[in-house]
């Protein structure tokens, strides 16, 4: 089982860029693929981008472009650079682990973090 705690979230005027964390402890980050979600108001979970253990990075095409994901398993971190975000970008992003590779299903991720909060002003 992983441990996740994400950081870095925060208010951010729209067109502006943001670099959330989630670091990781316990057993298995580096062989899990890694995803971010993100769930807004209103809204169900959505995912946002994966990454394999080996550093492979999968996007939901809407995402793709304005997202970054990557990750140190030196460091046990995975990280989610967001570049000119929108008003509707806002919300709680959450980093998870799954067992399963490149998985796009958030019912395959069995280890979750509680969530770091997002917020972008127009």
């Known amino acids: 089982q992983v441990q996740l705690v994400e950081s870095g979230g925060g208010s951010v005027q729209a067109g502006g860029s943001l670099e959330i964390s989630c670091a990781a402890s316990?057993?298995?980050?580096?062989?899990?693929?890694m995803g971010w979600f993100r769930q807004s108001p209103g809204k169900e979970r959505e995912l946002i981008a994966v990454i394999s253990s080996g550093g492979r990075t999968g996007y939901v095409d809407s995402m793709e472009g304005r997202f970054t994901i990557s990750r140190d398993n030196a460091a046990n971190t995975l990280y989610l650079q967001m570049y000119s975000l929108k008003p509707e970008d806002t919300g709680v992003y959450y980093c998870?682990?799954?067992?399963?590779?490149?998985?796009?299903?958030?019912?395959?991720?069995?280890?979750w973090g509680q969530g770091t909060q997002v917020t972008v002003s127009s």
């Open positions: 998870a682990a799954s067992p399963y590779f490149m998985s796009r299903i958030a019912a395959q991720y069995s280890d």
């Open positions: 316990g057993h298995g980050f580096s062989v899990k693929t």
